[in-house]
T-cell receptor, first 114, second 110 residues
């Protein structure tokens, strides 16, 4: 049963700490999205990769957020330093197509920064 | 903006009734996708309709697309309590990005 795997599922951390969220895309998928969801802002696209190259990270706060794909089986989203306003659910999604692909979502990482 | 805007924001119906949700967008698209999100879960892809298609069916789902009006609708027929969820549209253009709106929250009462 192929699925996008995100770890950790829940993370509580203190303000100022580094947070790393990991995503394992579905094997063979070459498109990866990172989203953040909050009640106020809804679903925001943070970053978008194709074939491990970042295509668009304009939605990501550059000063504290970074997204990478060290290899085809791992995508990471880091926040350093974390702030309470970063509290949200972070979703990773992967897609099989080169372009205009449907997206398969992971279960999300619920981040709480206190 | 490529973002789709769903309407209504919230919809409450009785089990067995049909539910219709609408999506409007502003840019040209290659396709438009609909997703469902159950509370606390990730989004689930429901259906993709290409820009040269006008209607598509999948089980109890019917999606229409009018590119001249830049709008789409999602019809769920014979709704069930299990259809209670938020529904999102995502117009997709040349960049392949998927940008979601605020969604329509559907409540189906047993």
């Amino acid at each position: 049963d192929a699925r996008v795997t995100q770890t950790p599922r829940h993370k509580v951390t203190e303000m100022g700490q580094e947070v790393t969220m990991r995503c394992q895309p579905i094997l063979g998928h070459n498109t990866v999205f990172w989203y953040r969801q909050t009640m106020m802002q809804g679903l925001e696209l943070l970053a978008y990769f194709r074939n491990r190259a970042p295509l668009d990270d304009s939605g990501m706060p550059k000063d504290r957020f970074s997204a990478e794909m060290p290899d085809a089986t791992l995508a990471t989203l880091k926040i350093q330093p974390s702030e309470p306003r970063d509290s949200a659910v972070y979703f990773c999604a992967s897609g099989p197509g080169q372009k205009n692909t449907e997206a398969f979502f992971g279960q999300g990482t619920r981040l709480t920064v206190v | 903006s490529q973002q789709g805007e769903e309407d209504p924001q919230a919809l409450s119906i009785q089990e067995g009734e049909n539910a219709t949700m609408n999506c409007s967008y502003k840019t040209s698209i290659n396709n438009l996708q609909w997703y469902r999100q159950n509370s606390g879960r990730g989004l689930v892809h429901l259906i993709l309709i290409r820009s040269n298609e006008r209607e598509k069916h999948s089980g109890r789902l019917r999606v229409t697309l009018d590119t001249s009006k830049k709008s789409s609708s999602l019809l769920i027929t014979a709704s069930r309590a299990a259809d209670t969820a938020s529904y999102f549209c995502a117009p997709s253009g040349n960049t392949g990005k998927l940008i979601f709106g605020q969604g329509t929250t559907l409540q189906v009462k047993p």
